[in-house]
């Protein structure tokens, strides 16, 4: 806005030298001196103009705020990760050292022995005691798995008498076989008083026909 106005005033300093010259018999102006004038004044203008634009000169002694950090995210996420849960692991229960059995053979029945639809038989096994207690008549046989049960679909059978420690017995499970033919067979094991199992297992495998 500054240099518009001088470049007014210039111009009209201009006309009032020409309108001199014109009027009288003066002496014709020196060109080159008013030229230099001129560009005299403009640079004083221009310079005015430019110390009047403040400048972003930074504040000496005034040092710079911090840089704020960004928080990481590492410290979150571990806070937002689940304690991983401690399970107990329950011990299985111990068969008594006292109680223990062999199986010797199958008496009747062995394995792949053929029998009718709807047969009633009587398979038994021989074990012999091989702990340190006498089995009495609370000690049993026991189904365990297999697609043959029992007579009547009983899973259970006691003992009919004691076995001493070092001794044979034969133990018995009475049968129905099915009524559909194909193959049947089913495991069975000992157990004590206490519901513990113990000692080799004893087997059925038949074929019905």
């Known amino acids: 806005m500054r240099i518009c106005n001088w470049t007014f005033r210039s111009l009209v300093v201009i006309s009032f030298l020409l ?11 020196d060109v080159t001196a008013l030229s230099t004038q001129i560009a005299a004044t403009i640079y004083t203008e221009l310079t005015g103009t430019a110390q009047a634009i403040p400048t972003a000169t930074p504040t000496l002694g005034v040092p710079p705020p911090p840089l704020q950090l960004l928080p990481t995210a590492t410290a979150t996420l571990l806070a937002s990760l689940p304690t991983p849960t401690t399970f107990a692991i329950l011990p299985q229960p111990q068969t008594s050292s006292a109680d223990n059995s062999k199986w010797i053979t199958d008496v009747n029945f062995p394995d792949g022995t053929v029998v009718g639809t709807g047969d009633a038989f009587t398979k038994t096994w021989r074990f012999k005691n091989t702990g340190t207690t006498t089995w009495n008549r609370d000690y049993r046989i026991i189904y365990l798995e297999g697609n043959l049960l029992g007579k009547n679909g009983e899973t259970t059978f006691y003992l009919t008498a004691e076995v001493a420690p070092g001794k044979l017995a034969e133990i018995s499970v009475p049968f129905t076989a099915p009524t559909e033919k194909g193959k049947y067979n089913s495991t069975w094991k000992l157990f004590n008083p206490d519901g513990q199992q113990f000692g080799e297992y004893a087997t059925i495998n038949i074929t019905v026909k």
Do not use: I, N, R, V
């Open 19 to 29: 309108l001199l010259s014109a009027c009288g018999p003066k002496p014709t102006p």
